[in-house]
């Protein structure tokens, strides 16, 4: 739907052993590689004989977004993908791949995907050069990101159920703003989840289409180079309308 929703789309490319082994141990890598039957990976996330290829592709096209100031659309999503295992329907961490690949000395990552970019922190948390932000509903799956979870360069900004537009504004102007700037990232990759809408059926947030817009939009006064890339967002109806609005949002 969303291919037939932006016509004008540009294909992406799979992404190379290199470019997976900067974020994930090459036992991960190679049996994902060696997957020939279905499997469950954990209790969300199944596996079969084409999930290698699918994802690595969704990583190597969010590697051509970052690079370009593009918006990856793929699937599967990534951010909770672990440096040493899938996780949460997510099999490689594709902005983290892409943050890696990019060329840029200083990165940040803007994560407003419902959820709590769990995998995105693992492979971040000892890299100075690279800000881990996240905006997620807490206490929720996958039960990290709490108010407690914070170093010099992970930002984790829980909030309650409920959180709607004036919520997730409010917290991005007083808490997100001032530390991406403070950090002055060359290159700024998000994590735009749709997931945080309030008829999505996985989560228990209100944010709206012009809530995403108006976030997308914040981000891109935060460096010079902005990208996205996709993560959730599980009502097929309503995601093509917030991924155009929050391209719009990206394109000022």
């Known amino acids: 739907m969303l291919l037939e929703r932006f016509p004008d789309y540009v294909e992406?490319?799979?992404?190379?052993?290199?470019?997976?082994?900067?974020?994930?141990?090459?036992?991960?890598?190679?049996?994902?590689?060696?997957?020939?039957?279905?499997?469950?990976?954990?209790?969300?996330?199944?596996?079969?004989?084409?999930?290698?290829?699918?994802?690595?592709?969704?990583?190597?096209?969010?590697?051509e977004a970052a690079r370009t100031g593009g918006f990856a659309l793929v699937r599967p999503p990534g951010h909770h993908a672990l440096p040493e295992r899938a996780m949460g329907f997510c099999i490689y961490d594709n902005v983290a791949i892409a943050a890696r690949a990019s060329g840029a000395e200083r990165v940040a990552i803007v994560d407003?995907?419902?959820?709590?970019?769990?995998?995105?922190?693992?492979?971040?948390?000892?890299?100075?050069n690279v800000l881990f932000v996240s905006l997620h509903q807490w206490p929720f799956y996958?039960?990290?990101g709490g108010p407690d979870d914070q170093l010099e360069t992970t930002l984790n900004v829980p909030l309650p159920a409920g959180s709607g537009d004036d919520v997730y504004l409010d917290r991005f102007a007083t808490v997100v703003e001032p530390a991406v700037r403070a950090f002055d990232p060359e290159l700024l990759?998000?994590?735009?989840?749709?997931?945080?809408?309030?008829?999505?059926?996985?989560?228990?947030?209100?944010?709206?289409?012009?809530?995403?817009?108006?976030?997308?939009?914040?981000?891109?006064?935060?460096?010079?180079?902005?990208?996205?890339?996709?993560?959730?967002?599980?009502?097929?109806?309503?995601?093509?309308r917030l991924v155009e609005a929050a391209l719009e949002g990206f394109s000022g």
């Open 12 to 63: 992406g490319r799979a992404a190379t052993d290199d470019e997976l082994l900067a974020c994930h141990t090459a036992e991960h890598v190679e049996r994902m590689r060696s997957i020939s039957d279905y499997v469950l990976l954990d209790g969300d996330t199944v596996a079969g004989p084409t999930t290698d290829e699918a994802a690595r592709l969704a990583a190597g096209t969010a590697i």
């Open 112 to 128: 407003y995907d419902v959820h709590h970019g769990n995998g995105t922190e693992a492979i971040f948390r000892d890299d100075d």
């Open 189 to 240: 990759l998000v994590s735009a989840g749709f997931d945080a809408h309030v008829e999505d059926p996985l989560a228990e947030m209100a944010v709206t289409a012009n809530g995403f817009r108006e976030l997308s939009r914040r981000c891109t006064q935060l460096a010079p180079r902005v990208a996205a890339v996709l993560e959730g967002g599980y009502e097929i109806d309503t995601l093509p």
């Open 142 to 144: 996958p039960g990290t």
